[in-house]
C-alpha cells in the first residue's frame, strides 16, 4: 500500500487575526508575515509578533524580506523568534546566511518562453544551504503579483532539484491551478498569497478552504498512482 502523499501548505501575507484564524481552520501548515515596506501586505515586526502569538503549535510563522537590513532582520527575528525566514530579494548566499536561522530562498523566474533562460540548476547549487528553493514568478513588487511562471521549464526529476523536499511552489496560484501545478511539479510545499484573496492583504476563507481542498485532491490523485 502507498504511503499517502501530503504537500504542506503556506499561505503568505497575512495581516489581521481573523484570517490568520481563518488559515489555520482550513488546514495550513505555515502561514507568512511580509516585512517589507513597499508591500501592500507589509507588517511590522511587532505586528507579526502579535500574528504570529496566534498560531497553534506546528503551524510554523514565516517572515518575508526583502533586502532587509541587518536590524530589521534582528527585530523581526526578536517579535517571532520562533520564524523561519523567507528571502525574496537580491539577497546572496552568504547574506542569507549570515541570519544564522533556518529559510527559505525564493527563484524569481521569468514568466513566458523567457523562463527556460533561468538557471534553475546553477540557483538550487549556488543556495544548498537553504532548507528549500521557492520557485515564484518575476514580477514587479517582489512576489504577490497573480502571476505564474511556465510550469513545463524545469526538469525536476533532476537530483539537484530533488522535488521531493527542496522546492516550494507559488507565483499566482489559485484554487483552480494548484491541483495541475502540483501534478507537474511534485514541490514540497505550495506556497498562496493573492489566489485566496478579496483584495491585498485581505484574506477570503472560502478561498483558503478550497485553495486546501484542491491541494488535497492532487494529494489524493498522487497516492493512488502505482
Keep these: 500500500m502507498n504511503t499517502p502523499h501530503r504537500t504542506r501548505i503556506k499561505i503568505c501575507g497575512l495581516t489581521r487575526e481573523a484570517d490568520v484564524d481563518a488559515a489555520v481552520r482550513a488546514g495550513a501548515d505555515a502561514v507568512g508575515f511580509v516585512l517589507y515596506e513597499k508591500s501592500p501586505r507589509h507588517v511590522t515586526p511587532e505586528r507579526a509578533g502579535e500574528l504570529a502569538r496566534r498560531l497553534p503549535s506546528f503551524v510554523m510563522p514565516v517572515l518575508l524580506f526583502v533586502n532587509a537590513s541587518a536590524e530589521l532582520l534582528a527585530n523581526g527575528c526578536q517579535a517571532v523568534p520562533q520564524a523561519l525566514l523567507q528571502f525574496h530579494g537580491d539577497e546572496s548566499p552568504a547574506e542569507c546566511a549570515a541570519a544564522q536561522r533556518p529559510y527559505l530562498r525564493a527563484a524569481r523566474i521569468p514568466t513566458g518562453a523567457h523562463g527556460r533562460d533561468f538557471d534553475l540548476l546553477k540557483y538550487a ?96 490523485q498522487i497516492s493512488r498512482q502505482p
Excluded: C
Design 125 to 220: 547549487e549556488d543556495h544548498r544551504a537553504a532548507q528549500a528553493i521557492l520557485l515564484d514568478a518575476l514580477v514587479e513588487g517582489y512576489g504577490g503579483g497573480g502571476q505564474s511562471f511556465d510550469w513545463t521549464a524545469f526538469p525536476w526529476s533532476h537530483p539537484l532539484l530533488n522535488a521531493s523536499s527542496r522546492l516550494v511552489l507559488s507565483g499566482g496560484l489559485t484554487p483552480a491551478n494548484v491541483t495541475d501545478g502540483i501534478l507537474r511539479v511534485r514541490p514540497w510545499a505550495v506556497d498562496v498569497s493573492s489566489g485566496v484573496e478579496v483584495s491585498k492583504g485581505i484574506k477570503d476563507p472560502e478561498k483558503m478552504l478550497a485553495f486546501v481542498a484542491a491541494v488535497r485532491a492532487a494529494d489524493a
